[in-house]
């Protein structure tokens, strides 16, 4: 059964640095895509970063030049640098993969979400 595990999260004053990972795991074939998004209180969920197969990335706006996605395919983990955070970061952080089971289904998966604390 597919896993999709988050650590990295945690509380860190406005400027401070955090890395998020997320590490998939259990009967998986092939991975599409693996994302972070994220869900603040009172707000809808969004994307954060996203990065494809083939080493396509995408950045929402709010965090471009201050966030990086990178992955290790060998170990089917992506991770998420965050740098010079913001209060307004602050939000439960996903990890999302699109991705093939070895039983043939693509479907689409979420870790159990970490928080992250921007706060003085």
């Known amino acids: 059964q597919v896993q999709l595990v988050e650590s990295g999260g945690g509380l860190v004053q406005p400027g401070g640095s955090l890395r998020l990972s997320c590490a998939a795991s259990?009967?998986?074939?092939?991975?599409?895509?693996m994302a972070w998004y994220r869900q603040a209180p009172g707000k809808e969920r969004e994307l954060v970063a996203r990065i494809l197969s083939g080493g396509g990335i995408t950045y929402a706006d709010s965090v471009k030049g201050r966030f990086t996605i990178s992955r290790d395919s060998a170990k089917n983990t992506v991770y998420l640098q965050m740098n010079s955070l913001k209060p307004e970061d602050t939000a439960v952080y996903y990890c999302n993969s699109d991705l093939r089971t070895v039983s043939g289904q693509t479907s689409k998966y979420w870790g159990q979400g970490t928080q992250v604390t921007v706060s003085s």
């Open positions: 259990g009967g998986i074939r092939s991975i599409y895509v």
